[in-house]
T-cell receptor, first 113, second 114 residues
Framework: AQSVAQPEDQVNVAEGNPLTVKCTYS??????LFWYVQYPNRGLQFLLK??????LVKGSYGFEAEFNKSQTSFHLKKPSALVSDSALYFC???????????FGAGTRLFVKA | DSGVTQTPKHLITATGQRVTLRCSPR?????VYWYQQSLDQGLQFLIQ???????AKGNILERFSAQQFPDLHSELNLSSLELGDSALYFC?????????????FGQGTRLTVV
């Protein structure tokens, strides 16, 4: 079955420290991977995507993600966290067939000042 | 602002009732997606329309239906509402029906069934 897993419900990090939000996937064929962020009472906002090519993808707000085919992972990273990065982060994979986009359960990021 | 507009923002209704949620996609976007977000189920894909035609179906109950109109706006109809239907319903749009492109989300309609 095709799936996306975000193994951490919550990630806590101090402002200025690097952050990582983990995502692993299971799909047949080539994966198209996305990260979205959701702020309170808002819709999801697109951060970045991996389609093909360079395994390190850069996105909005200083975020980047590394695609690792052998580990079937697509972890979201940022070198220096900001308090304003505190939000709910979703990893998603787009697949062929009836369930076009599968979202992970989400990881809540708390950045402490 | 994503450019995707959803109305109403909040809706409170009683069990057994029927409601309609409305979505206006970004200008030029042909694809519309509907999602349900609840605490226990997470973000679930419901249905997708592309240029007026149903393109993909997800975990959508038979009590729910949707359509996309010629002007590309979409409506999600929820009937015989149950307490468990209380959730945040998102609409998203994208310019084409491609797995490679991202979708832009509206701010959602929070439905409360009492």
């Amino acid at each position: 079955a095709q799936s996306v897993a975000q193994p951490e419900d919550q990630v806590n990090v101090a402002e200025g420290n690097p952050l990582t939000v983990k995502c692993t996937y299971s799909v047949s064929g080539n994966p198209y991977l996305f990260w979205y962020v959701q702020y309170p009472n808002r819709g999801l906002q697109f951060l970045l995507k991996y389609i093909t090519g360079d395994n390190l993808v850069k996105g909005s707000y200083g975020f980047e993600a590394e695609f690792n085919k052998s580990q079937t992972s697509f972890h979201l990273k940022k070198p220096s966290a900001l308090v304003s990065d505190s939000a709910l982060y979703f990893c998603a994979v787009r697949v062929t067939g009836g369930f076009k986009t599968i979202f992970g359960a989400g990881t809540r990021l708390f950045v402490k000042a | 602002d994503s450019g995707v507009t959803q109305t109403p923002k909040h809706l409170i209704t009683a069990t057994g009732q029927r409601v309609t949620l409305r979505c206006s996609p970004r200008s030029g976007d042909l694809s519309v997606y509907w999602y349900q977000q609840s605490l226990d189920q997470g973000l679930q894909f419901l249905i997708q329309y592309y240029n007026g035609e149903e393109r993909a179906k997800g975990n959508i109950l038979e009590r729910f239906s949707a359509q996309q109109f010629p002007d590309l706006h979409s409506e999600l109809n929820l009937s015989s509402l149950e307490l468990g239907d209380s959730a945040l319903y998102f609409c998203a749009s994208s310019v084409a029906d491609s797995l490679r492109i991202e979708a832009f989300f509206g701010q959602g309609t929070r439905l409360t069934v009492v």
